[in-house]
């Protein structure tokens, strides 16, 4: 089953923008983590967060946490046309790590 | 950072054959490692999860006869899909957890096999 929801489905936006994507998660977990993933491509590790951290910061990724709402967000600031891909965020409770829905973020030059 | 490796990248076979797929943990000991299985344009479902020297736990739906798990060592797990169908045809990913205890429970994903059935 999936554990986290992510919005927006997709999202489009110009070159320099910045990008912000939502994950909702339903159960306590240990870390969560964002990926990205080019069109039939493998998972690229973006960033992880742990449940005892609130944000972390990783060059033109910020990444919050917020437990009491189960929620995450992932902003990409200044977006170039290479962050063209689908992000998913993906909880990990004790034992399993499960993926959200994704977002398909598109950058136009 | 931990690397976790899976051969082939891509297979083609025939329907009715049998598809090995091999994950490694290249340099470090995973007691759990996981499957997930990518149809296209959704998100990545997990499959299973193999734990060194035991017997994989299947989610609901997924069936071990079709999907047979491996783990005989802390650096390799294999599955292999018997008598593949087209509709097994997918993308599948692999990830391991490190051996020491993680209370934060990281793990690290292979870079995926492309399975095609004709």
């Known amino acids: 089953s999936q554990q986290g929801e992510e919005d927006p489905q997709a999202l489009s936006i110009q070159e320099g923008e910045n990008a912000t994507m939502n994950c909702s998660y339903k159960?306590?977990?240990?870390?969560l983590q964002w990926y990205r993933q080019n069109s039939g491509r493998g998972l690229v590790h973006l960033i992880l967060?742990?449940?005892?951290?609130r944000e972390k910061h990783s060059g033109r990724l910020r990444v919050t946490l917020d437990t009491s709402k189960k929620s995450s967000s992932l902003l990409i600031t200044a977006s170039r046309a290479a962050d063209t891909a689908s992000y998913f965020c993906?909880?990990?409770?004790?034992?399993?790590?499960?993926f959200g829905t994704g977002t398909k973020l598109q950058v136009i030059p | 950072g931990a690397v976790v490796s899976q051969h082939p990248s891509w297979v083609i076979c025939k329907s009715g054959t049998s598809v090995k797929i091999e994950c490694r943990s290249l340099d470090f000991q995973a007691t759990t490692m996981f499957w997930y299985r990518q149809f296209p344009k959704q998100s990545l479902m997990l499959m299973a999860t193999s734990n060194e020297g035991s017997k994989a736990t299947y989610e609901q739906g997924v069936e071990k006869d079709k999907f047979l798990i491996n783990h005989a060592s802390l650096t390799l797990s294999t599955l292999t899909v018997t008598s593949a169908h087209p509709e097994d045809s997918s993308f599948y990913i692999c990830s391991a957890r490190f051996f020491r205890t993680s209370v934060y429970n990281e793990q690290f994903f292979g870079p995926g096999t492309r399975l095609t059935v004709l």
């Open positions: 159960t306590s977990i240990n870390n």
């Open positions: 967060i742990r449940s005892n951290e």
């Open positions: 993906a909880t990990a409770g004790y034992q399993k790590v499960t």
